[in-house]
């Protein structure tokens, strides 16, 4: 299901271009910025051809009916309120253009839709022949099935969230899946319980995603909740990083543009905010590692000295490590026993090669950065570090052991050939 989209390509995306942001010296600046894809995006024609000019691809809105789950009152109704006739009719009209990459096919449905995105995602992918189809799934925060008289209609549409991303798995044949998860959207200071639900998310699906052989697409924080706050460059960090740990193949930021929140990229006038010049930076980061870490897949994923007790894994259950052996890495560990978060992945082509992903995950909130060392060995192996500057080779000390600095909330890939 490549299409037009190239997928050999880690793929840094946006939510949302409205039109006062849609000159070319915007376009450009979305280029500028390492933005591969725009989302939820209407069907332009002069803004796709300057898409088209800057090598950016959008996923169109309104080529098709739309559908948001929402809170839920919709659940089971999707077939009902859009016939699969009026999808029919939609793609007869259609006109190809070489910017859109991907159609819309909602957002956040509910499990009780599953069955019917299942005929509307095989005739998309039918009907659209440059195009994939894009839909993206509610996060583990959602409500589930089983409410109490207090709780808000069912989102998930089942008892739990890993019986939600089963669900989709069986029904929905897309080869990636697709969610959203704002870590940083409470209204006080981001809590263990948020880090630990935003682990557990991960887990859940990136372990589904190599259980059905999908890709895992991550929709991330760039805005915030309230006015007075932004996300920090290094909140954006931790929140890429971690996900790329689980093998997150496909970044999107929200919001570019007005969409939902405050403090977007570029506020109502189509001006930069102080999250444009953030942005540049981590995904400049995350493109300098991108090649490189899009030649592994992820196997598995270890949480390596967080301790028993560590409040951002001790609400959920997920056993931390004291240090990670793999049989290619050894001991890997943060040097003072710093919580680390390590993505083991072997070569999409066989070749022998092994990769860690790891994110320092000591510092989730950006109250206390520092620089963290890892150590690890291995034996009989040469190291290409991988990190937001570019690569080198590590060389091992007297007693066999590699080590690299990786402050808070960064990440690298360290590779073993």
Same mark, same amino acid.
């Given at each position: 299901?490549?299409?037009?989209?190239?997928?050999?390509?880690?793929?840094?995306?946006?939510?949302?271009? $409205?039109?006062?942001?849609?000159?070319?010296?915007?376009?450009?600046?979305?280029?500028?910025?390492?933005?591969?894809?725009?989302?939820?995006?209407?069907?332009?024609?002069?803004?796709? /051809?300057?898409?088209?000019?800057?090598?950016?691809?959008?996923?169109?809105?309104?080529?098709?009916?739309?559908?948001?789950?929402?809170?839920?009152?919709?659940?089971?109704?999707?077939?009902?309120?859009?016939?699969?006739?009026?999808?029919?009719?939609?793609?007869?009209?259609?006109?190809?253009?070489?910017?859109?990459?991907?159609? /819309?096919?909602?957002?956040?449905?509910?499990?009780?839709?599953?069955?019917?995105?299942?005929?509307?995602?095989?005739?998309?992918?039918?009907?659209?022949?440059?195009?994939?189809?894009?839909?993206?799934? +509610?996060?583990? +925060?959602?409500?589930?099935?089983?409410?109490?008289?207090?709780?808000?209609?069912?989102?998930?549409?089942?008892?739990?969230?890993?019986?939600?991303?089963? &669900?989709?798995?069986?029904?929905?044949?897309?080869?990636?899946?697709?969610?959203?998860?704002?870590?940083?959207?409470?209204?006080?200071?981001?809590?263990?319980? /948020?880090?630990?639900?935003?682990?557990?998310?991960?887990?859940?699906?990136?372990?589904?995603?190599?259980?059905?052989?999908?890709?895992?697409?991550?929709?991330? $924080?760039?805005?915030?909740?309230?006015?007075?706050?932004?996300?920090?460059?290094? $909140?954006?960090?931790?929140?890429?990083?971690?996900?790329?740990?689980?093998?997150?193949?496909?970044?999107?930021?929200?919001?570019?543009?007005?969409?939902?929140?405050?403090?977007?990229?570029?506020?109502?006038?189509?001006?930069?905010?102080?999250?444009?010049? &953030?942005? &540049?930076?981590?995904?400049?980061?995350?493109?300098?590692?991108?090649?490189? +870490?899009? &030649?592994?897949?992820?196997?598995?994923?270890?949480?390596?000295?967080?301790?028993?007790?560590?409040?951002?894994?001790?609400?959920?259950?997920?056993?931390?490590?004291?240090?990670?052996?793999?049989?290619?890495?050894?001991?890997?560990?943060?040097?003072?026993?710093?919580?680390?978060?390590?993505?083991?992945?072997?070569?999409?082509?066989?070749?022998?090669?092994?990769?860690?992903?790891?994110?320092?995950?000591?510092?989730?909130?950006?109250?206390?950065?520092?620089?963290?060392?890892?150590?690890?060995?291995?034996?009989?192996? $040469?190291?290409?570090?991988?990190?937001?500057?570019?690569?080198?080779?590590?060389?091992?000390?007297?007693?066999?052991?590699?080590?690299?600095?990786?402050?808070?909330?960064?990440?690298?890939?360290?590779?073993?050939?």
């Amino acid at each position: 299901m490549n299409k037009r989209m190239d997928r050999s390509k880690l793929i840094i995306g946006t939510y949302i271009l $409205q039109p006062y942001a849609r000159t070319e010296q915007h376009v450009r600046d979305l280029a500028d910025c390492g933005i591969d894809l725009v989302t939820y995006m209407d069907y332009d024609k002069n803004t796709l /051809d300057l898409f088209k000019k800057y090598n950016i691809g959008a996923s169109v809105v309104g080529i098709l009916p739309p559908w948001w789950g929402g809170n839920g009152e919709n659940a089971g109704k999707m077939e009902q309120l859009n016939s699969f006739e009026r999808y029919v009719e939609a793609a007869k009209s259609f006109k190809d253009h070489p910017a859109v990459w991907a159609i /819309d096919m909602g957002d956040e449905p509910s499990a009780l839709d599953f069955p019917y995105y299942n005929k509307l995602i095989n005739f998309t992918d039918r009907a659209f022949e440059n195009q994939f189809p894009y839909l993206n799934l +509610y996060p583990n +925060y959602a409500s589930v099935a089983e409410n109490t008289a207090d709780q808000v209609t069912s989102q998930l549409g089942t008892r739990t969230y890993r019986e939600h991303i089963e &669900k989709y798995c069986e029904n929905v044949p897309t080869d990636y899946i697709c969610y959203d998860f704002y870590m940083y959207s409470n209204d006080s200071d981001i809590s263990p319980t /948020d880090v630990a639900h935003a682990y557990e998310n991960l887990v859940t699906v990136s372990d589904a995603c190599r259980n059905t052989g999908r890709s895992m697409w991550i929709v991330l $924080q760039v805005n915030s909740r309230l006015p007075d706050r932004f996300t920090t460059e290094n $909140q954006l960090r931790f929140q890429a990083y971690s996900a790329m740990a689980f093998g997150a193949e496909s970044i999107i930021w929200a919001c570019w543009t007005g969409g939902w929140w405050h403090n977007q990229v570029l506020d109502r006038n189509g001006e930069k905010t102080e999250q444009y010049e &953030k942005l &540049k930076t981590v995904n400049r980061e995350l493109h300098a590692i991108g090649e490189r +870490y899009m &030649k592994y897949r992820r196997t598995s994923t270890h949480f390596v000295g967080f301790g028993d007790s560590h409040s951002d894994l001790r609400l959920i259950d997920l056993k931390p490590l004291c240090s990670l052996s793999t049989g290619v890495f050894f001991d890997v560990h943060e040097k003072n026993g710093s919580p680390i978060v390590i993505g083991q992945m072997v070569s999409r082509k066989g070749d022998g090669s092994y990769a860690l992903m790891i994110c320092a995950s000591d510092d989730s909130r950006d109250k206390d950065t520092k620089i963290n060392t890892v150590t690890f060995r291995a034996p009989y192996r $040469q190291i290409i570090l991988s990190d937001g500057n570019g690569e080198r080779a590590l060389a091992a000390d007297e007693n066999g052991y590699f080590s690299f600095n990786l402050p808070s909330c960064h990440g690298a890939l360290i590779v073993a050939g």
